[in-house]
């Protein structure tokens, strides 16, 4: 007596201590795809000494499961798959729903579902065109393929724009109104930008037919793509100069240097530079027009003080201007920086530049640097710094200068 005691003991602290309980067999969901098939989708039961048979049987029913209405249909999922399908024809009738597991020494059969086919549809991926670009706005027309829906408002839908520069995607809801075509101007955007844009469905099943399961999202629509129109550049290239010494004629070379435009700044292809220059007092006068280059060298009197506005221009218009001062010569020394930097190395060709931001929040920098010794040969290096920005990495750096413009 005690003995067999014992025996069941040690047979209940092994099944709990491996985990190993008893499965029952069910069916997980079912997905009825359009004019296709029932599909449905179940856990495999844990490996036995001899293979699992699982066989789905789907009956189409009168009514809410009242009685069979059609012959039985079977399907044996492929070994090891945990799903098959059979194909039905009527989306609108209920369908009475089994799955069996059977082997040489078990059969297990799982409770029955009872599903109407609109109840769990997964409608075919819309058709998507983009009919009209904007430069911030892009509008969409899309139609779901076939006769699947008597009106597009039995649905609602998603739609997924991504910009293929940011790799950055959004997604919106969507509600069909009755009697307007499925289409959504989608808006916010960014001008002369590339983007991929994807509509799906799903079925708005009607709560008088609720079974058990919901009707699944379609498949994202191939994806379709657009660029928005391009629009007037947002803002004026950054924007610097380099000062030569005064010669006997008091007169000075000034480089005046800029970048080109950020993608998303030039809003299109930018067509070239305009710089006017204003002495003071006076009124802008044209200094420099330039395609694509990116400087442009003047003679000036050195004891005086100019203004230069530098503007780019794209397809659409003209960018607001960038405004520079140089001031008039004086015979000092260039002021200390107000930023004390600290640096290190960053590699064999870089630097890390490091400052603390000057208590005065409101002010851009301009961060200079010069290859030694030859401090007048070529250009120097420069960029402008945000205000909230207090490290930078610069490469192939060996003077540096802080200036506010
Ligand atoms: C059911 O139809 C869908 C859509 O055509 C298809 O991808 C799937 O393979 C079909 N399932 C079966 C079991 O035939
Ligand atoms: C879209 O609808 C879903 C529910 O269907 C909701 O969870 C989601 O927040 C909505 N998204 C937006 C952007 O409104
Ligand atoms: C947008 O990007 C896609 C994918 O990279 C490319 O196939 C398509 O030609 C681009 N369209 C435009 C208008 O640039
Ligand atoms: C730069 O800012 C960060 C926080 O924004 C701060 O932790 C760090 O000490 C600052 N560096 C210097 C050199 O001030």
Sequence with gaps: MSLTLAWIVVLLTCLSCLGVMPKTLEI??????????????????????????????????????????????????????????????????????????????????????????????????????????????????????????????????????????????????????????????????????????????????????????????????????????????????????????PTADKERAVVLMWKPLKPKDANGEILGYSLRSQRKGELTVPACITSHHLKCRLLLPAGEEFTFYLTARNTVGISPPTRLVIPAFRNAEVPPSPLSILVSSAGDHSLLLQWSLPSNPKMDFVLEWNKLPEKEVGDPHWQYQSEHVNRTVIRKPLSLGIFMP
């Design 28 to 245: 997980k969901y079912c997905v009825s795809f359009w004019g296709k098939n029932i599909t449905c989708y179940w856990d495999l039961l844990p490996e036995m000494d001899s293979p699992i048979t699982y066989t789905l049987q789907v009956t189409e029913e009168a009514g809410r499961c009242q009685r069979d209405f059609g012959l039985l249909k079977n399907c044996v999922a492929d070994p090891g798959e945990h799903w098959c399908g059979v194909p039905v024809e009527n989306l609108f009738a209920f369908y009475k729903i089994k799955l069996t597991a059977q082997n040489q020494q078990l059969r297990d059969d799982s409770s029955e579902k009872c599903l109407r086919g609109m109840s769990i549809v997964k409608l075919s991926p819309p058709v998507l065109n983009v009919v009209a670009p904007q430069s911030r706005c892009l509008q969409l027309q899309w139609n779901l393929p076939g006769d699947e829906l008597i009106s597009a408002t039995e649905a609602q839908y998603e739609i997924r724009h991504c910009d293929l520069v940011e790799s950055s995607c959004l997604q919106v809801n969507f509600t069909a109104l009755e009697n307007a075509p499925l289409s959504a101007n989608i808006c916010g955007l960014f001008p002369f930008t590339n983007y991929s844009m994807q509509v799906r469905a799903k079925y708005l099943q009607s709560s008088a037919f609720q079974s058990d399961g919901d009707p699944f999202w379609s498949d994202w629509s191939l994806e379709t793509f657009a660029r928005t129109l391009p629009a007037v550049p947002s803002r004026g290239p950054a924007f610097w100069r380099k000062l030569g010494s």
